[in-house]
């Protein structure tokens, strides 16, 4: 998955126009427009890779101890695969030749590598540049190992005015109540409400 990761960004970085850089999923919907998007990103001072330290089975517990003293157990970090991050920041990731291996030998099947090599690497080497949190909104309020799929009935206006403004965060050291510019889960049905919803919600053009 890293291996994947690394190489759409490295495909990315050959096009010298190319600042910032977003994975997404087939699931995951824009919340803005593309203009207002492109004005978050290009002026962000940070880059938006979410990392946290979890002490639980699925935070720390995911920790092998082979990763030290490379890597200890305070600096290991998790977060969300759906990452945006700098054309700087890019090319650190698909240079690393240290911590990049240490997670090919010692973090396979269940240690879950797309939710742990970028937060951990980042945290221990880039600190100022990242915020922290991730720009993907995600519902993880019912129990289980997959978050909410939002089918058509769940997509309403309410919904996504709160998506796009209902949250707090910090924006260039300022409070913000854009925090999200993306969300998932949305399953394909929910499209055509969300195609009726987007040029008066979400200010597309049509
Ligand atoms: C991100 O986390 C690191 C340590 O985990 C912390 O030192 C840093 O201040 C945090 N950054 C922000 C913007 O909260």
């Not at 126009?17 to 207002?36: D, K, Y």
Request: hydrophobic share 40%; aromatic share 16%.
């Amino acid at each position: 998955m890293i291996e994947a990761e690394r190489r759409l960004l490295a495909n990315a970085l050959m096009d010298f126009s190319n600042q910032r850089f977003v994975l997404l999923s087939e699931a995951c919907i824009p919340l803005f427009n593309f203009s207002t998007i492109y004005a978050y990103l290009m002026n962000s001072t940070q880059s938006y890779i979410e990392a946290y330290d979890k002490d639980s089975p699925v935070g720390r517990g995911r920790y092998n101890e082979k990763m030290s003293p490379h890597i200890t157990i305070d600096q290991w970090r998790k977060g969300s695969q759906w990452f945006e991050m700098d054309r700087e920041l890019a090319l650190e990731v698909v240079s690393d030749q240290f911590y990049f291996p240490l997670f090919q030998s010692y973090c396979a099947n269940a240690c879950y590598s797309d939710e742990h090599y970028l937060p951990t690497f980042v945290t221990m080497k880039f600190t100022p540049k990242n915020s922290n949190r991730t720009l993907t909104w995600v519902d993880w309020s019912r129990a289980g190992i997959h978050p909410v799929t939002y089918l058509r009935p769940l997509v309403t206006v309410e919904f996504l005015k709160a998506l796009r403004h209902g949250s707090q965060c910090e924006y260039n050291g300022q409070s913000s109540n854009i925090c999200y510019l993306f969300a998932r889960k949305f399953s394909t049905d929910s499209l055509i409400r969300l195609l009726r919803f987007a040029p008066k919600v979400m200010y597309f053009n049509k």
